[in-house]
T-cell receptor, first 114, second 113 residues
Framework: DGGITQSPKYLFRKEGQNVTLSCEQN?????MYWYRQDPGQGLRLIYY???????QKGDIAEGYSVSREKKESFPLTVTSAQKNPTAFYLCASTSGGARTDTQYFGPGTRLTVL | GNSVTQMEGPVTLSEEAFLTINCTYT??????LFWYVQYPGEGLQLLLKATKADDKGSNKGFEATYRKETTSFHLEKGSVQVSDSAVYFCALSDTSGTYKYIFGTGTRLKVLA
């Protein structure tokens, strides 16, 4: 079955450490996205990528970094510069380019900073 | 810029009650409109969408009509079930040439047996 996988489901990090969240899709989609979700809030865009080897900052990119070396993969690194990283992180993808495209979401990674 | 406003929750209903969750938007051009549902601890799933004015999206008994004159996309269901308890997000596709999507803050629905 095609879909998006995120790993791990739960992640614990000590303050001052960088951590990388994995996102893989086998939908052959061009565009991929990372969102952050905090309790009782909507989704806030961190980064997105329209095509391999290209990505753009979203609304809350500070303290995060990404890469897009392969079409199917879009890992997110939460750096020690991110002041409040505890949140639920969602990866999504679309086939790309059309305003009618549906976003498909992964199951999410819950990051907790100890 | 484009934005989405949806009613605050939680919305608490008895089983078989009628559901309306309001969603209004601000956008230039012609966005597509979406409703997503999120169950606890999971990602979002598309519930329904509409891509042009007067389109009606429907799925699993839920409906929403793209009303350009009132800039609205309200979600309705005639008879809710306990299994419909979840958080519902209204969203639109950005019309400024990016690949971005704008989400509302979500509305939590609780259905009591």
């Amino acid at each position: 079955d095609g879909g998006i996988t995120q790993s791990p489901k739960y992640l614990f990090r000590k303050e001052g450490q960088n951590v990388t969240l994995s996102c893989e899709q086998n939908l052959n989609h061009d565009a991929m996205y990372w969102y952050r979700q905090d309790p009782g809030q909507g989704l806030r865009l961190i980064y997105y990528s329209q095509i391999v080897n290209d990505f753009q900052k979203g609304d809350i990119a500070e303290g995060y970094s990404v890469s897009r070396e392969k079409k199917e993969s879009f890992p997110l690194t939460v750096t020690s510069a991110q002041k409040n990283p505890t949140a639920f992180y969602l990866c999504a993808s679309t086939s790309g380019g059309a305003r009618t495209d549906t976003q498909y979401f992964g199951p999410g990674t819950r990051l907790t900073v100890l | 810029g484009n934005s989405v406003t949806q009613m605050e929750g939680p919305v608490t209903l008895s089983e078989e009650a009628f559901l309306t969750i309001n969603c209004t938007y601000t956008a230039t051009g012609y966005p597509s409109l979406f409703w997503y549902v999120q169950y606890p601890g999971e990602g979002l799933q598309l519930l329904l969408k509409a891509t042009k004015a007067d389109d009606k999206g429907s799925n699993k008994g839920f409906e929403a009509t793209y009303r350009k004159e009132t800039t609205s996309f309200h979600l309705e269901k005639g008879s809710v079930q306990v299994s419909d308890s979840a958080v519902y997000f209204c969203a639109l596709s950005d019309t400024s040439g990016t690949y971005k999507y704008i989400f509302g803050t979500g509305t939590r629905l609780k259905v009591l047996a």
